[in-house]
């Protein structure tokens, strides 16, 4: 269970990754309000604090990636069923069933079936390379993104003992 529940982590991460990707592989679409309000929201987004940014919903954001890698989002609710107190990430994780006989067994060495390990480490994998890639596209972006933006110090770094500095 504790597998599902750090995959299923591992997943929302690589989502929000992903998101960041396509917020700056698409940043010419936004004007400079739009991508200021989108990066604070993936990058500062917080319920916890009422005067930050809202953050995104990670559900839109797994929906986003799994347009383009179809059976992330199947996966994700795979994952979500067993780090859910439902029947299989309480019951079923621990516990045998006996289909012919309908009969469920309980008991020390019964749970986690093959197909659940199995499931959960296929999981595990797609979503650290679904994560590496959007990492990785998001360090190739970021430096051309950031050339892009207006200057707000000298050419040379140099700054003046007169010069006032932005605090924002």
Request: charge should be negative; aromatic fraction near 10%; charged fraction near 25%.
């Given at each position: 269970?504790?597998?599902?529940?750090?995959?299923?982590?591992?997943?929302?991460?690589?989502?929000?990754?992903?998101?960041?990707?396509e917020v700056l592989d698409d940043r010419r679409k936004y004007s400079p309000q739009q991508?200021?309000?989108?990066?604070?929201?993936?990058?500062?987004?917080?319920?916890?604090?009422?005067?930050?940014?809202?953050?995104?919903?990670?559900?839109?954001?797994?929906?986003?990636?799994?347009?383009?890698?179809?059976?992330?989002?199947?996966?994700?609710?795979?994952?979500?069923?067993?780090?859910?107190?439902?029947?299989?990430?309480?019951?079923?994780?621990?516990?045998?069933?006996?289909?012919?006989?309908f009969v469920t067994y309980f008991g020390r060495g019964l749970g986690g079936t093959e197909?659940?390990?199995?499931?959960?480490?296929?999981?595990?994998?797609?979503?650290?390379?679904?994560?590496?890639?959007?990492?990785?596209?998001?360090?190739?972006?970021?430096?051309?993104?950031?050339?892009?933006?207006?200057?707000?110090?000298?050419?040379?770094?140099a700054i003046d003992d007169e010069q006032e500095v932005p605090t924002d």
């Amino acid at each position: 269970m504790a597998a599902a529940i750090l995959t299923r982590a591992i997943t929302e991460s690589a989502a929000l990754a992903w998101k960041l990707m396509e917020v700056l592989d698409d940043r010419r679409k936004y004007s400079p309000q739009q991508l200021n309000d989108l990066l604070m929201r993936l990058l500062v987004g917080s319920k916890k604090w009422p005067d930050f940014p809202q953050p995104f919903q990670i559900m839109t954001c797994i929906d986003l990636m799994d347009k383009k890698v179809p059976g992330v989002r199947a996966s994700y609710d795979s994952l979500s069923e067993i780090a859910h107190p439902n029947w299989l990430g309480v019951f079923g994780i621990y516990s045998k069933t006996d289909e012919t006989q309908f009969v469920t067994y309980f008991g020390r060495g019964l749970g986690g079936t093959e197909a659940n390990k199995g499931m959960i480490a296929n999981a595990m994998l797609g979503s650290l390379d679904l994560f590496q890639y959007a990492y990785n596209r998001i360090s190739d972006t970021m430096p051309k993104f950031l050339a892009e933006l207006e200057r707000i110090w000298p050419e040379d770094g140099a700054i003046d003992d007169e010069q006032e500095v932005p605090t924002d």
